[in-house]
Nanobody
Framework: QVQVVESGGGLVQAGMSLKLSCTAS????????MAWFRQAPGKDYEAVSC????????RYGGSVMGRVASSRDNAKNTLDLQMNNLKVEDTARYYC???????????????????YGQGTQVTVSS
């Protein structure tokens, strides 16, 4: 069975940085696009980033564009998300997601991904 474990979240002050990591197992990792989604209390999932199966094609959500960078290592089945200049509105639970397809569309709805992990909480204080 597929297992995904996210880590790296925490409580930080606005303006600081965090690096989230994800490790997946039980799947042919290199066949799948991978994405980060986040969900704040009472809100829908928000797309943060999407990398195609090779990692060469990368897309970022508008609210984080220019402040985050994602990468993957297909040899280690890992996905990272470096977040810089964090804002209070970045506070959410972050999930690593396995794509149904190998590529990322212009938009990447959560319905095209599976979220297997528990997520990791990021809390940004002012």
């Amino acid at each position: 069975q597929v297992q995904v474990v996210e880590s790296g979240g925490g409580l930080v002050q606005a303006g600081m940085s965090l690096k989230l990591s994800c490790t997946a197992s039980g799947l042919i990792y290199r066949d799948h696009a991978m994405a980060w989604f986040r969900q704040a209390p009472g809100k829908d999932y928000e797309a943060v980033s999407c990398l195609d199966n090779t990692g060469y094609s990368r897309r970022y959500g508008g609210s984080v564009m220019g402040r985050v960078a994602s990468s993957r290592d297909n040899a280690k089945n890992t996905l990272d998300l470096q977040m810089n200049n964090l804002k209070v509105e970045d506070t959410a639970r972050y999930y690593c997601a396995v794509g149904h397809y190998s590529s990322c569309g212009v938009v990447w709805p959560v319905s095209e991904f599976d979220l297997y992990g528990q997520g990791t909480q990021v809390t940004v204080s002012s």
